[in-house]
């Protein structure tokens, strides 16, 4: 099964970027559908966006459509969370998650539907 870790979190101002990376190791990451999920203090895990194996669909949570970008890099086995207008609600533990699929155009957006989790990563937007 594929490891996967996430960086790039930190501090941030209000309108501002960063972008987000997640390295697997292990198996084969382009097998994976991924995706991105967050957790802010006192509430539950959410979906923030996510990408088929090929990276030719992806999908996005309501909140974060228009501002974050998904992407991945199948020869660098690295997907990517590009965020850009960042707001203080962004603030949250972001998450990089896996699943092995067979067909190269399926996406996943539930908790449920992925079986290998990151440790996460801070991201803090202050206003």
């Known amino acids: 099964q594929v490891q996967v870790v996430e960086s790039g979190g930190g501090l941030v101002q209000a309108g501002g970027s960063l972008r987000l990376s997640c390295a697997a190791s292990?198996?084969?990451?382009?097998?994976?559908?991924m995706g991105w999920f967050r957790q802010a203090p006192g509430k539950e895990r959410e979906f923030v966006a996510a990408?088929?194996?090929?990276?030719?669909?992806?999908y996005y949570s309501d909140s974060v459509k228009g501002r974050f970008t998904i992407s991945r890099d199948n020869a660098k086995n690295t997907m990517y969370l590009q965020m850009n207008s960042l707001k203080p609600e962004d603030t949250a533990v972001y998450y990089c998650?896996?699943?092995?699929?067979?067909?190269?155009?399926?996406?996943?957006?539930?908790?449920?539907?992925?079986?290998?989790w990151g440790q996460g990563t801070q991201v803090t937007v202050s206003s």
């Open positions: 292990g198996h084969t990451f382009s097998r994976y559908a």
């Open positions: 990408i088929s194996r090929s990276g030719s669909n992806t």
């Open positions: 998650a896996a699943r092995q699929v067979s067909q190269t155009i399926v996406i996943r957006t539930t908790l449920y539907e992925y079986d290998v």
